[in-house]
């Protein structure tokens, strides 16, 4: 299957600094990535979906002004939080669908700390 | 609309035991079925899926799931368990092609030597 790669895999930070989170598709081009967030014990939250060269198309309730999400490659996209905040804090997890019987392919996570 | 129910938020198991997994869904049309395996601060690791064909379908690390339509369920199993099986379990399910992940609640399973 296709090999994700999320970076940073840890990120501590003051609270309304902005973070960026680096999601690379390493053996695929990906025309789509996903972006989703996760709560303790709890399951994954599609934030938005990351279109490459063009918006991304984010889900009901999630701020795209505070989500900046950016796909300029077929194989990079990227997630900004912006003025982070305490409750922002959560592990974040990109994805790429690839291959046969659109399965999808996840990277390790980013866990984010806001102070 | 679409959803996935995983009605069992832990299940323990004995290593060398069989395993189970419950997983049930409701969709309108024909399901892409999946089982995720998550380990703690790690991402989803994909383990099998079901499209169409054979009811009965193998993955990895020994895992199997069987579709089950009447019963609308997709439950995961394994003849053995393992201490190192122990993690976060999610199934997950797509109406067509090119749809939404949608994901069930998950299911920690513990398996005790």
Known sequence: GAVVSQHPSWVICKSGTSVKIECRSLDFQATTMFWYRQFPKQSLMLMATSNEGSKATYEQGVEKDKFLINH???????????SAHPEDSSFYICSVRGGGGNI?????????SVL | ???VAQPEDQV????GNP???????????NPYLFWYVQYPNRGLQFLLKYITGD????????????FNKSQTSFHLK??????????LYFCAVILNQGGKLIFGQGTELSVKP
């Open chain 2, 1 to 3: 609309a679409q959803s």
């Open chain 2, 78 to 87: 394994k003849p053995s368990a393992l201490v190192s099986d122990s993690a």
């Open chain 2, 12 to 15: 323990n198991v004995a290593e």
């Open chain 1, 72 to 82: 300029a490659s077929l194989t990079l996209s990227t997630l900004t939080v912006t």
């Open chain 1, 104 to 112: 999808q392919y996840f990277g390790a996570g980013t866990r984010l």
């Open chain 2, 55 to 66: 009811n009965l379908v193998k993955g990895s690390y020994g895992f199997e799931a069987e």
């Open chain 2, 19 to 29: 395993l189970t997994v419950k997983c049930t869904y409701s969709v309108s049309g």
